[in-house]
């Protein structure tokens, strides 16, 4: 653990290092990384509002979504799209949104993309008054996120993944992290199941009884016999489950030394089988329902058990807060995240050799 002597110091030589950058925002950098970019993927739009964004890859770059309006929970809030084109992001156009009819429409929450290979990129998000009574829809897109398909809402009982992305297994299945909130207070873990590209559907039902763990939004990893299930909790710390049959049965779940303030977070398996995970690394605030979402950082893990800190993203008052990460096929790490609920931030980052050591 550095003392704040030498995390200034640090922090100071990062800022000189960026000062080509727009932000000087990082710390705790390893001598391997490298920040190749970072800045916002709009910098006016016509919601003022925004949050919980989602990354893809696309064959011809990269996707960013994310719902924005008046403000969370309002029923103009829909479904951003933005494209990296030539260098640039796209200005961001509305790809989905609540209406219903001429009388009655309701928000949008937490898009969630991903590139079917070989096929559709695809929009998962939930639409309905609040986390309780939504519902999920998909839409599809051929031409890598320019024009989108109607939308089809999912089958009862379906939500889609919920805020992280799904993961494809050599099996053809694709694994839907997903979650719910229930009126009796339960959160409960789940997975979602699709050979089809969405046509049809499977549920794994709840994972855990969701009373001595409050449990939703899960990041799903791979490991070479194994899988690991990284969740956003109410106990303070992220929570993990395992399973050793590919997915299909699971441990109890389990605290990991990640803090958690009951605010989501995003992970992903990395190229060379080791995994890394974006969080808030703070705790609720006593007698709260959260706490600060400031700073978010970026941790690195071989066994999903230990885990150390690679990089500071965030570390000023305010909210940096729902991330998502991917990593391209040239290695890139993607990152987008929440920057005080006004603007997406996007960050890319390639990693060095000794940013893995356990």
């Not at 570390?315 to 729902?322: A, C």
Request: proline letters at 7%.
């Amino acid at each position: 653990m550095l003392n704040s002597s030498q995390m200034v110091h640090n922090l100071f030589i990062v800022s000189l290092s960026l000062s080509l950058l727009p932000f000087q925002s990082f710390s705790q950098q390893k001598p391997g990384l490298q920040i190749l970019t970072q800045q916002f993927i709009y910098d006016s739009a016509s919601f003022p509002s925004c949050h919980a964004s989602t990354i893809a890859e696309t064959r011809e770059g990269l996707v960013a979504a994310w719902f924005g309006g008046t403000h969370e929970k309002h029923d103009d809030v829909e479904i951003w799209v933005s494209r990296k084109q030539k260098g640039k992001w796209t200005i961001p156009v509305s790809a989905a949104n609540g209406i219903k009819d001429a009388s009655k429409r309701y928000p949008c929450w937490n898009p969630v993309l991903f590139q079917y290979p070989g096929g559709p990129l695809m929009l998962f998000y939930k639409v309905g008054p609040d986390p309780i009574e939504w519902w999920g829809e998909l839409k599809t897109s051929m031409d890598h996120g320019k024009t989108w398909s109607k939308a089809v809402r999912l089958p009862d009982g379906m939500l889609g993944p919920v805020k992280n992305k799904p993961i494809l297994l050599s099996d053809g299945r694709l694994i839907c992290p997903s979650s719910t909130e229930s009126k009796d207070g339960r959160w409960q873990v789940h997975l979602e199941i699709t050979k089809d590209t969405g046509k049809t559907w499977i549920s794994s039902g709840p994972l855990h009884d969701g009373l001595g763990y409050h449990l939703i939004q899960p990041s799903l990893l791979l490991y070479p016999e194994k899988q690991q299930l990284l969740c956003r909790s109410q106990e303070n710390r992220i929570v993990s489950l395992w399973s050793n049959d590919g997915a299909l049965n699971w441990s109890k779940p389990d605290t990991t030394n990640l803090f958690n303030p009951n605010s989501g977070t995003d992970a992903v398996t990395l190229h060379n089988g080791w995994q890394l995970v974006v969080y808030n690394p703070t705790e609720r605030t006593k007698n709260n329902w959260g706490g600060p979402r400031s700073p978010l950082q970026v941790a690195v893990s071989k066994d999903g058990v230990k885990w150390n800190n690679l990089l500071v993203l965030e570390n000023t008052p305010g909210e940096y807060s729902y991330p998502a990460v991917i990593q391209a096929k040239d290695g890139v790490v993607h990152i987008t995240y929440t920057w005080n609920r006004k603007k997406i931030k996007w960050v890319s980052v390639k990693l060095g050799k000794d940013d893995f050591v356990q």
